[in-house]
C-alpha cells in the first residue's frame, strides 16, 4: 500500500511535518527529513490501530507500505505589503499541497468526522478529568496552560472554517468556558463539513491558499497536535 506524503519544512520551528495525504489525522515530525520519514511508518501503524479501537470496520489495510514523497512545501512569512520577511515576523504561510485542490468524497468526510470526533472525545476526557491546579498552571516555556491549549482547539477550528467564509460565528460569539466553546465549533463542524462533498473552491487569503482539503485536514492534524502535547505536558510532572 502506497502513503502518499506532503512534506512540509517549518522555518519557524525549524523542523519538518509529514502528512500522510489520503489518511487525515496521520502525520509524523522530525528534525529532518530523514528522522521524519523514518517516524512516519510507526506514525501510521499509531494510526491504524487507533481507528482499530473505534470502529469494527477498518478503512484501509495498512500493509506492505510503500512510502512515497510526493510533494514538498517550505513554510515562508509575509509582511503586509506581501514581501517576504524573516521567520517570527509578518504572517506565516502555511502549506498548501496540490493535493489540497482535490474535491473530498462523501465517504472521506465521514471518515474525517468519525475522527474529528473521536479525537474530540479524547480531548474532552482528558481536560474533563485533570483538577483545575493542573489545567491552570502556567508552565515555564508554555505559551498556554492546558485550559488555554484546549481554547485555542476551538479558536482554530473557527478560524480555519472562516478562511472559505464557511461560519457566521464571530470570535466574540465564541463562548469562555472551554467546554462549551468546544461544543460550539464541533456543532460547525457536523453542520459544514458535510458540505464539501464534490467542492472544488479554492480562495487565497493573507498570501495562503485554501481549499475544504485543506481545512479538514489542517482541523484533524491540528486537534490530535494537541491532544498530545496536553498528554506530554501532564505526564512530564508525574
Known amino acids: 500500500m502506497q502513503i502518499r506524503i506532503g512534506l512540509k519544512q517549518n522555518t519557524e520551528e525549524g523542523r519538518f511535518l509529514a502528512y500522510a495525504l489520503d489518511h487525515p489525522g496521520c502525520f509524523a515530525y522530525g528534525e529532518d527529513e530523514a528522522e521524519t520519514l523514518i517516524r512516519m511508518p510507526m506514525a501510521v501503524l499509531d494510526f491504524d490501530k487507533w481507528v482499530r479501537d473505534h470502529t469494527a470496520e477498518p478503512w484501509a489495510e495498512f500493509t506492505d507500505l510503500d512510502f512515497r ?13 506581501y514581501l517576504s ?34 479525537q474530540r472525545d479524547e480531548l474532552l476526557a482528558g481536560y474533563t478529568t485533570l483538577s483545575s491546579e493542573i489545567l491552570e498552571k502556567q508552565r515555564p516555556g508554555e505559551r498556554w496552560n492546558i ?3 484546549v481554547k485555542h482547539v476551538a479558536n482554530a477550528e473557527h478560524w480555519y472554517l472562516t478562511r472559505l467564509a464557511l461560519t457566521n460565528l464571530v470570535r466574540a460569539d465564541l463562548a469562555a468556558d472551554p ?3 468546544l461544543e460550539q465549533l464541533a456543532s460547525e ?19 495562503e491558499f485554501w481549499s475544504c482539503r485543506k481545512i ?21 510532572e508525574e
Open 216 to 236: 479538514v485536514r489542517r482541523t484533524l492534524w491540528h486537534q490530535r497536535d494537541h491532544i498530545e502535547h496536553i498528554k506530554k505536558l501532564v505526564f512530564s
Open 179 to 181: 467546554v462549551a466553546r
Open 85 to 118: 520577511v524573516a521567520p517570527g515576523q509578518g504572517y506565516h504561510v502555511n502549506a498548501w499541497f496540490l493535493d489540497d485542490w482535490r474535491p473530498l468524497t462523501e465517504e472521506e468526510i465521514d471518515q474525517a468526522l468519525k475522527i474529528y470526533h473521536w
Open 189 to 207: 463542524v457536523d453542520r459544514i463539513f458535510p458540505s464539501f462533498a464534490g467542492v472544488v473552491e479554492v480562495r487565497g487569503l493573507v498570501g
Open 69 to 81: 514523497i510526493v510533494e514538498r512545501f517550505t513554510t515562508y512569512n509575509l509582511d503586509d505589503n
Open 147 to 149: 485550559t488555554g491549549i
